[in-house]
């Protein structure tokens, strides 16, 4: 089945401590990018990675880091979270850019304390 | 710049009545436009895409959106409303220029009231 898979899929940590939300597409996608989701804000751009090695920031990347090392996975890396990072967190893939639909994750819902 | 603006936040409709939902977006270029769904803690699914081709599209579950360039809208209805259809959808703009990035509009609550 094609998906889209993120763990965890909720993840409550304190603050300064490191953590990684992984992310993995089984559809050879080459266009990866990460989403936040705050209510009334709907979602916004973390990063985006466009093949292997190629990454960009998107609208809202202060605190956050990627890597695209394999095709099929691109995780999100928070060095020293902050409450201000508490969201939920979608994973999302296409095949290529402007016509194509994305495929999302189910979330992870992350709270930082 | 590009942008979405979903004009409301919230949208409440007696089941088996229409369902509007609206949606305008701003350009530069020729757009691709979606309409995502959300349900409850889930991830968002694709309900339908226009991309330059005919201007009404049809899409999953009942849905349709036409494409006024004139009005630089993209407007999704359904005909008659089901209590499955409760749930958060969403507009998303991406163009040549930002052929790289969706915008997604801040979301419209669709509540269907038995």
């Known amino acids: 089945e094609a998906q889209v898979t993120q763990n965890p899929r909720y993840l409550i940590t304190v603050t300064g401590k490191k953590l990684t939300v992984t992310c993995s597409q089984n559809?050879?996608?080459?266009?990866m990018s990460w989403y936040r989701q705050d209510p009334g804000l709907g979602l916004r751009q973390i990063y985006y990675?466009?093949?292997?090695?190629?990454?960009d920031k998107g609208d809202v990347p202060e605190g956050y880091k990627v890597s695209r090392k394999e095709k099929r996975n691109f995780p999100l890396i928070l060095e020293s979270p902050s409450p201000n990072q508490t969201s939920l967190y979608f994973c999302?893939?296409?095949?290529?850019?402007?016509?194509?639909?994305?495929?999302f994750g189910q979330g992870t819902r992350l709270t930082v304390v | 710049a590009q942008s979405v603006t979903q004009l409301d936040s919230h949208v409440s409709v007696s089941e088996g009545t229409p369902v509007l939902l609206r949606c305008n977006y701003s350009?530069?270029?020729?757009?691709?436009l979606f309409w995502y769904v959300q349900h409850p803690n889930k991830g968002l699914q694709l309900l339908l895409k226009?991309?330059?081709?005919?201007?009404l599209v049809k899409g999953i579950n009942g849905f349709e959106a036409e494409f006024k360039k004139s009005e630089t809208s993209f407007h999704l209805t359904k005909p008659s409303a089901h209590m499955s259809d409760a749930a958060e959808y969403f507009c998303?703009?991406?163009?040549?220029?930002?052929?790289?990035?969706?915008?997604f509009g801040t979301g419209t609550s669709l509540t269907v009231i038995p």
């Open positions: 999302a893939s296409r095949i290529g850019q402007m016509n194509t639909e994305a495929f």
């Open positions: 559809m050879n996608h080459e266009y």
């Open positions: 990675s466009m093949n292997v090695e190629v990454t």
């Open positions: 350009s530069s270029y020729s757009p691709s």
């Open positions: 226009y991309t330059s081709a005919a201007t």
């Open positions: 998303v703009v991406s163009d040549m220029n930002t052929g790289n990035q969706f915008y």
